[in-house]
């Protein structure tokens, strides 16, 4: 029989509402007067930035990209690569990607370069959540959510094998064998 996955709440859908509203919070602050455009990393941070503008009361533009870096599974290949690009202009305007996890930091580094290259006025990172202890390469998270293990994370828009991104939790998988 294959492995089954167990999944156990790391984070309630409770505790994510109330950190979300933090970042909000500490996002309205520094940009509500700065039309800034919001880059969400598709396909993880869909619910969370779904979330997260709706707290956001002030002029703003969401697009998304499309990145790929990991095949299906939980094994991340390492090479990034855009798969779906952007359909705005960024130079000149107030950036800010929107993330659902900072793992090696290879996704977001590669991001934070393509779009350096595209003068944006400012660029800036908030991740939902952050795995310190697999980063391979450097990567500041000016709004920060949560500080996670290194455990493999499912719900809230992550998926496994695409499947689970619809668990209102975060939950980490322990593959029974
Ligand atoms: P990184 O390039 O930092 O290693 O990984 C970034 C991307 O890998 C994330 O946007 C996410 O799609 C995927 N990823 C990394 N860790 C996890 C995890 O624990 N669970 C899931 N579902 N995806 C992850």
């Not at 870096?69 to 000149?92: A, C, E, F, N, P």
């Not at 930091?105 to 959540?129: E, I, N, Q, W």
């Not at 391979?136 to 689970?164: A, C, M, R």
């Amino acid at each position: 029989m294959s492995a089954q996955p167990r999944v156990h709440i790391l984070f309630s859908h409770d505790e994510i509402k109330a950190t979300v509203r933090r970042l909000a919070a500490e996002i309205k602050k520094d940009y509500q007067a700065r039309d800034p455009l919001l880059i969400g990393i598709l396909t993880g941070s869909f619910m969370f930035m779904a979330d997260l503008i709706r707290l956001l009361d002030f002029p703003l533009e969401v697009e998304f990209v499309r990145l790929s870096s990991y095949g299906r599974g939980r094994q991340s290949s390492g090479k990034v690569r855009v798969v779906k690009g952007l359909t705005s202009s960024v130079k000149g305007r107030d950036v800010l990607i929107i993330e659902d996890i900072v793992d090696t930091g290879l996704t977001t580094s590669f991001l934070l370069d393509y779009l350096r290259k595209k003068k944006p006025a400012s660029l800036k990172l908030c991740a939902l959540t952050d795995k310190p202890s697999r980063r391979q390469t450097p990567v500041i998270i000016d709004y920060l959510g949560f500080t996670v293990p290194d455990k493999f994370l499912v719900g809230y828009g992550l998926d496994w094998d695409e499947k689970f991104r619809n668990l209102p939790d975060i939950c980490y998988l322990e593959v029974e064998e």
